[in-house]
């Protein structure tokens, strides 16, 4: 039999590799454009310049990769714009007009918590003997090696924090929600991080839907 350590070496890599943020729930209008929208205003709506900045020039490189024409909103409208107490929908749909776009995407942070998770500790070594044990505790030696053996490591607390984002995407014509999408990430190392895995499953599952796509 394997130590399980080495079963707990394999649950710490798996969990290691697996992605950090997935989609939690998505909806798509039967009034979609079937063909899928190929030219897309990318707008991340958060005050942080450079948040916005990273998100957004990542959307718009894979969207690049999928043949999906793109513009962002930090390429059009003032930094303070998403900021202003007297937001002007009126100026972005004259920008988003002019450009000729299919769709607009945006994405939102809807929401963040911070949450303690204790995590068990787990034995040092291979499983309990079981049956007569007066054979290794017959000397010291055997004693304090079977025992130093199946220690256990110490569990411990770690703050969680949970970032829940909301992606829609509007046709531009009719300006009419056709896709919407909440995704949640677990513990972001930081943003530059955080934006290529998300926007790699955000664009899968709007692909999967039907909502994105190059025109035939």
């Given at each position: 039999?394997?130590?399980?350590?080495?079963?707990?070496?394999?649950?710490?890599?798996?969990?290691?590799?697996?992605?950090?943020?997935?989609?939690?729930?998505?909806?798509?209008?039967?009034?979609?454009?079937?063909?899928?929208?190929?030219?897309?205003?990318?707008?991340?709506?958060?005050?942080?310049?450079?948040?916005?900045?990273?998100?957004?020039?990542?959307?718009?490189?894979?969207?690049?990769?999928?043949?999906?024409?793109?513009r962002t909103s930090i390429s059009a409208i003032?930094?303070?714009?998403?900021?202003?107490?007297?937001?002007?929908?009126?100026?972005?749909?004259?920008?988003?007009?002019?450009?000729?776009?299919?769709?607009?995407?945006?994405?939102?942070?809807?929401?963040?918590?911070s949450e303690e998770r204790y995590v068990p500790g787990a034995m040092m070594g291979g499983?309990?003997?079981?049956?007569?044990?007066?054979?290794?505790?017959?000397?010291?030696?055997?004693?304090?090696?079977?025992?130093?053996?199946?220690?256990?490591?110490?569990?411990?607390?770690?703050?969680?924090?949970?970032?829940?984002?909301?992606?829609?995407?509007?046709?531009?014509?009719?300006?009419?929600?056709?896709?919407?999408?909440?995704?949640?990430?677990?513990?972001?190392?930081?943003?530059?991080?955080?934006?290529?895995?998300?926007?790699?499953?955000?664009?899968?599952?709007?692909?999967?839907?039907?909502?994105?796509?190059?025109?035939?």
């Amino acid at each position: 039999m394997k130590n399980p350590i080495f079963y707990i070496l394999i649950l710490i890599f798996a969990a290691s590799c697996s992605p950090s943020t997935r989609i939690i729930g998505s909806w798509t209008s039967p009034d979609k454009d079937t063909a899928g929208y190929d030219d897309l205003f990318v707008a991340a709506v958060v005050d942080n310049v450079q948040i916005r900045q990273v998100v957004e020039d990542e959307m718009q490189s894979q969207l690049n990769g999928r043949n999906i024409q793109s513009r962002t909103s930090i390429s059009a409208i003032k930094p303070d714009f998403w900021s202003s107490e007297e937001l002007d929908k009126d100026a972005i749909i004259k920008i988003i007009g002019e450009s000729k776009h299919d769709g607009i995407l945006t994405m939102t942070l809807i929401d963040q918590t911070s949450e303690e998770r204790y995590v068990p500790g787990a034995m040092m070594g291979g499983p309990m003997m079981m049956g007569p044990s007066w054979g290794w505790r017959g000397n010291f030696g055997g004693y304090w090696g079977m025992q130093h053996g199946l220690m256990m490591n110490p569990g411990y607390v770690v703050n969680d924090r949970k970032y829940f984002v909301e992606i829609n995407l509007y046709d531009a014509d009719s300006q009419q929600l056709v896709w919407s999408g909440q995704s949640k990430t677990i513990n972001p190392e930081s943003v530059d991080a955080f934006a290529p895995e998300f926007v790699k499953i955000v664009l899968n599952r709007m692909e999967e839907e039907g909502v994105i796509g190059k025109r035939q």
